[in-house]
């Protein structure tokens, strides 16, 4: 056995493991099963993907007992029979297409697996190989228990599991290694982990109402847990997958390079991020879900599966990391520990405490020592020949609107800021009222994040928050008489606006997010980076932008040019926002906390983020956001948002700045009488 390329770290794990008394029962089952699929000793297009030894080795009986310690005996064979199928779907399509590189066949092999797992009916096509076959039987012994949603959520899961494979070989036969957003992105996906979440649901007979499924607590839920799972895979199956098989989609390979890390300290990092993301998992647990259930109204049953669903996933971490230290698949030499488990978990948390308060410590208004970046636009930019008048008209817009009172903005606050610019940037062939509708809805969004930081960033009033941003709604559609600017530019918008479903969607995602925000700020909390990343497209406003600009783009490429602009942003407005605002929710800072780096080093880490970013949008050939990511560099660029004459400036309060001076304006900002 070669030598191991790092040191296992030490891991967080405060659940303790326990094991299914039903595990020979699995076991028996099991291998009876693959062999009846044809999984064990016979050819694939003349190759052996297992023999019994392998199957015996890699025991996924031990993994299931581990992972679901509650199913009962005919559960856990179900539930050990789809472990065996995917895994051994996986060392199928590895040998026959990853090492061939074969990617054409690759698509047909995987379109034919469509066939076996219909939401609705039966199976009519007749299966041709063990995975076929596998299928087939898991799915008729599976599906007919579950509800429709259930059914829509694992037909989804399972195609993502199958699909992204696509991803992966492409990826091997182009010799490209992902970028760490890309990364995790992707491999949620082809991971399986939110796959493996449906088969918790179902282990523990405890279905997650269809009402809140979608929402984001349960989202950052599922996410953390699929993070939490793939990139500890990662650490264990280093060895295997970048030295063994050339794969390229492992974690710490992808920050060994990306960041420039010897081998031990990106595996470090990795584990950092593990650690990151299931703090995140016990912060939404314990702080979103109870709130998401008085604001849904869920009724006791469905609260108490929600909650056995929660700590199905906790049994599913604790005993995937147990498996990980037994199984002969991963690099595990020397990892397992005869302490008993309270020791364990003791040593665990001690280990992993620093890393949670330093997320708690950040000391707001600091000093800022990098310089404003100064970044080239990535596309030609081609300004709306409309803009000179559309600026005009903006100003007189803002003024009749009341944004422009002085209490957060007056004109120069607004000419600064030039959302014009921004508008005939990123909507170049608009004709001059559409451009006008895009310029004032951009200003409106500004300034109404600006309004909310004023009246609510000083206060960390999270209920007053939410009963001021539930009563923006209203004004998107039949509207009752507005109490402030924002209320008032928002009902003059409405109107004028085309495909407002789309446009409603993005406001109050984004506006919603400004609550995620807040609460941190509440906390004093810097937030977890992939949370960060992903709640940044919505605080940035990216959708608002892309509905009123480029509605018909692909969410993926959406998702890209989000990041790339929030990212910029970050960088734009860092010295604003940490200097001058004591803001929490920046990239730089996420970075900075999270790697524990000096702030160039964590400057420089985002912006490469955001050249990934771009270079992946680039990858993909598409051009349909082109203008806007053109658009949006060339405001930040040449904007007075950001400048330094500008960041001191306030309309009323042109003192001091700092801890507690906002809280002097505050009273302007609020309605009469309240």
């Not at 910029?568 to 004591?582: A, C, P, Q, T, V």
């Amino acid at each position: 056995m070669p030598e191991q390329p790092f040191v296992l770290p030490e891991f967080y794990m405060p659940y303790p493991a326990r094991l299914n008394p039903h595990l020979e029962r699995a076991r028996t089952h099991s291998k009876a099963w693959a062999r009846g699929m044809d999984m064990i000793d016979v050819p694939q297009h003349g190759t052996v993907i297992w023999t019994e030894h392998d199957l015996d080795s890699h025991d996924y009986a031990l993994l299931c007992a581990y992972t679901h310690p509650d199913a009962g005996a005919d559960e856990l064979d179900v539930i050990t029979d789809w472990y065996v199928w995917v895994f051994y779907f996986d060392d199928h399509f590895l040998e026959l297409y990853k090492r061939t590189g074969d990617i054409d066949s690759a698509r047909t092999y995987l379109d034919r697996i469509d066939l076996f797992m219909p939401a609705e009916g039966e199976i009519t096509a007749t299966p041709e190989n063990p995975v076929e076959r596998g299928l087939a039987d898991l799915w008729n012994r599976t599906v007919p228990h579950r509800t429709a949603a259930w059914r829509r959520r694992f037909v989804d899961s399972t195609k993502a599991l199958l699909e992204e494979s696509l991803w992966e070989l492409a990826n091997i036969n182009e010799g490209r290694l992902a970028n760490p957003i890309e990364y995790v992105e992707m491999r949620r996906k082809v991971g399986g982990a939110p796959w493996s979440a449906n088969l918790v649901e179902h282990s523990v007979h405890a279905e997650v109402p269809d009402a809140i499924a979608a929402t984001r607590p349960l989202e950052v839920l599922r996410d953390c847990f699929a993070d939490s799972v793939h990139l500890r895979n990662d650490l264990f199956s280093y060895q295997r997958e970048v030295q063994d098989e050339g794969e390229l989609s492992n974690g710490v390979l992808v920050f060994e390079k990306f960041l420039d890390l010897p081998t031990q300290e990106a595996a470090e990092a990795v584990n950092d991020l593990i650690t990151s993301r299931l703090h995140q998992f016990e912060h939404t647990a314990l702080t979103e879900v109870p709130a998401l259930f008085d604001e849904h109204g869920v009724d006791p049953a469905a609260r108490a599966a929600t909650f056995a669903y929660v700590k199905g996933l906790q049994d599913w971490q604790s005993g995937g990391h147990e498996w990980h230290l037994r199984s002969s698949r991963y690099m595990n030499e020397g990892a397992l520990d005869d302490r008993p488990p309270a020791a364990r978990i003791l040593s665990s948390v001690l280990a992993t405490a620093p890393q949670r308060l330093r997320a708690y410590g950040h000391p707001p208004f600091g000093e800022v020592r990098v310089a404003r970046p100064s970044v080239e636009p990535p596309f030609p930019v081609r300004l709306n020949r409309h803009l000179d008048a559309c600026r005009r008209r903006n100003v007189d817009w803002a003024r009749a609107m009341g944004l422009l009172d002085g209490a957060v903005w007056d004109e120069r606050k607004l000419r600064a800021a030039d959302l014009p610019l921004c508008a005939a940037g990123i909507h170049p062939d608009a004709p001059a009222e559409r451009l006008d509708v895009t310029s004032d809805w951009l200003t409106w969004s500004t300034y109404a994040d600006d309004y909310f930081q004023e009246v609510f960033g000083a206060t960390r009033d999270l209920a007053a928050a939410k009963a001021w941003l539930e009563r923006l709604k209203l004004f998107m559609g039949d509207a009752p008489t507005p109490l402030n600017p924002v209320e008032t530019a928002l009902a003059d918008l409405w109107p004028r606006t085309d495909d407002r479903d789309a446009v409603r969607r993005a406001v109050e995602s984004m506006t919603g997010s400004w609550l995620w925000r807040l609460a941190n700020l509440a906390q004093n909390r810097v937030p977890d980076p992939i949370d960060h990343i992903e709640m940044r497209r919505r605080t940035f406003g990216a959708d608002l932008s892309m509905a009123l600009t480029a509605p018909d783009a692909r969410p993926a490429l959406k998702h890209l040019a989000a990041d790339y602009g929030g990212l910029l942003n970050d960088l734009y407005s860092y010295r604003k926002e940490i200097r001058f605002e004591g803001e929490l929710n920046n990239s730089v800072l996420v970075v900075r906390n999270f790697l524990g780096c000096p702030e160039e080093r964590a400057f420089a880490v985002v912006a490469d983020l955001a050249d990934a970013r771009l270079a992946e949008f680039r990858h993909t050939g598409d051009a349909t956001l082109r203008d806007w990511l053109a658009g949006v560099a060339h405001w930040h660029e040449h904007a007075g948002r950001y400048t330094g004459t500008e960041l001191g400036h306030h309309p009323r309060f042109s003192g001091p700045t700092g801890i507690g001076t906002s809280s002097l304006r505050i009273s302007s900002l609020l309605p009469a009488g309240r």
